[in-house]
Nanobody, 116 residues
Framework: QVQLVESGGGLVQAGGSLRLSCAASGFLFSIRAMGWYRQAPGKQRELVASITTGGGGTTNYPDSVKGRFTISRDNAKKTVYLQMNNLKPEDTAVYYC????????WGQGAQVTVSS
């Protein structure tokens, strides 16, 4: 049974930082590319960071977060992280982790709210 448990969200002022964590279980984590997705109210879910398998892990980001967000993974702990710096109000959303491409199961997500 796939389980994805996100944590670390919260309320932060613009320019602040947050670090999200996601504990995964129920699938072969080490062989899956992983990603962080977000969904703002009234908008579609979008992929904001991804990392391939392997120790190094190639990362990829859309222009909207490039240079501010950093994804990393710990295969031994089956955990993926998202360090978010210089947060902006437009980063406000519920953040989810999942494989890339995504599995059918999703976690509850972590609410990130950035005030101006």
């Amino acid at each position: 049974q796939v389980q994805l448990v996100e944590s670390g969200g919260g309320l932060v002022q613009a320019g602040g930082s947050l670090r999200l964590s996601c504990a995964a279980s129920g699938f072969l984590f080490s062989i899956r590319a992983m990603g962080w997705y977000r969904q703002a109210p009234g908008k579609q879910r979008e992929l904001v960071a991804s990392i391939t398998t392997g120790g190094g892990g190639t990362t990829n980001y859309p222009d909207s977060v490039k240079g501010r967000f950093t994804i990393s993974r710990d295969n031994a702990k089956k955990t993926v992280y998202l360090q978010m710096n210089n947060l902006k109000p437009e980063d406000t959303a519920v953040y989810y982790c999942n494989a890339v491409p995504s599995l059918t199961s999703w976690g509850q997500g972590a609410q990130v709210t950035v005030s101006s």
